[in-house]
């Protein structure tokens, strides 16, 4: 059975298996199998982006040089956005080869930045203008720590609320008595990987550039409950 409940956004569906009457004498008590699921809505309200900078050159300092310059002007813009979090993200330099494979004929270097920030505004501005020189490898949005907590609580009492009516509705059916036997709590947790809802290879130096919108749209946090109820006399 499949409840919308519109006002919560929240889903919940309910299933159950009673156990059959000819194995009830060969339990200690009569007994009947439950589940519930449920889901709600939680903000993508944490945004988090990778940039990069690159350059090829015959002469490795030089290609240093440029990245390097770069990186601090990136790290320097981002001092005016106090609630954005800017951490540099490792450095690659590695050689060019020609067409024949064996000669190196250049050097490239990428450095990376991570930022993230719950401030949506401040993330597209700061992103536009680190476009000019900086190229974005990637643009998540996810919950935040609290946003998702606060939903898989919310999930975990619908479940729990769910699976304790339709065990009423099935011990008042027949006449019963009832306590809980066990119960599990399951959840997706937070560790799925978020979608990415923009991902770009930006031209680098691109003299027209623009802060990119952010719609970042929900996640959904599930919960599953089992469990098993025991008839009484």
């Not at 009457?21 to 009947?32: F, N, S, T, V, Y």
């Not at 993508?44 to 900078?53: G, R």
């Not at 690159?54 to 310059?69: F, L, M, Q, Y």
């Not at 027949?174 to 809980?180: A, D, F, N, Q, S």
């Amino acid at each position: 059975m499949q409840i919308l409940n519109k006002s919560l956004m929240t889903t919940l569906v309910v299933t159950s298996v009673l156990c059959p009457l000819g194995a009830w004498a060969d339990e200690e008590r009569p007994h009947a199998n439950l589940s519930a699921d449920s889901s709600r809505a939680a903000a993508n309200d944490l945004f988090k982006a990778q940039v990069y900078a690159e350059a090829t050159d015959a002469n490795p300092g030089d290609v240093a040089r440029r990245v390097n310059s770069q990186i601090t002007g990136a790290i320097q813009a981002a001092r005016n956005y106090p609630t954005v979090k800017v951490r540099s993200n490792g450095s690659n330099t590695y050689p060019v080869y020609g067409k024949n494979g064996r000669t190196i004929e250049g050097w490239r270097m990428r450095s990376n930045l991570s930022l993230e920030s719950s401030d949506a505004t401040a993330v597209s501005e700061l992103l536009g203008k680190l476009q000019q020189n900086l190229a974005i490898a990637s643009l998540l949005a996810t919950p935040s720590p609290e946003t998702w907590k606060k939903a898989e609580d919310e999930a975990i009492t619908d479940a729990l609320t769910a699976f304790q009516n339709r065990a009423a509705l099935i011990a008042g059916s027949l006449k019963k008595k009832w306590k809980i036997r066990q119960v599990t709590v399951n959840t997706n947790g937070p560790s799925r990987p978020p979608m990415p809802y923009l991902r770009a290879q930006a031209s680098m130096a691109s003299a027209d550039t623009s802060p990119p919108a952010l719609e970042a749209g929900d996640s959904q946090v599930s919960v599953q409950v089992n469990g098993q109820i025991e008839f009484l006399e």
